[in-house]
């Protein structure tokens, strides 16, 4: 037989992390001091689910809880075109700018540890910011 979820004790790392989101709810603005004292008073003398229920009711996610729109994730696809298109263009220009005789003598596996480098990067930025 299993407890309720409310019934269920809270660890210290569940009082930092809410002690956290209400910190930025503080900084944000949004709590005022004495507000901000009061909830971290029941935050930080928490035993249960239940204490913790109500901290956040009356406050927005904060920016990181927020959950990632297919609208953001295409915003953020606009923004990586531009990185894209520029180094493309830099890539050409510097090919175009050596004579044939001379292709032979460009570092041509540093310009593609370059490309790999800033692919993989651009990768890991939209997988970190998927969530």
Do not use: C, Y
Not at 57 to 69: C, E, G, H, I, S
Request: hydrophobic letters at 45%.
């Amino acid at each position: 037989m299993t407890a309720p979820p409310d019934t269920l004790r809270v660890s210290d790392a569940e009082r930092n992390g809410v002690a956290d989101k209400l910190s930025a709810h503080f900084a944000d603005g949004r709590l005022d001091e004495s507000e901000f004292k009061e909830r971290l008073d029941a935050a930080m003398g928490a035993k249960t689910q239940a204490d913790l229920s109500g901290l956040f009711d009356d406050l927005p996610p904060l920016a990181k809880d927020a959950p990632v729109t297919p609208d953001d994730r295409h915003r953020r696809r606009r923004r990586s075109f531009p990185v894209l298109a520029t180094i493309l263009i830099v890539a050409l220009i510097g090919i175009a700018s050596v004579p044939p005789v001379h292709w032979f003598h460009v570092p041509w596996f540093l310009i593609g540890i370059l490309a790999i480098f800033f692919w993989a990067r651009l990768r890991h930025d939209r997988h970190w910011h998927r969530g």
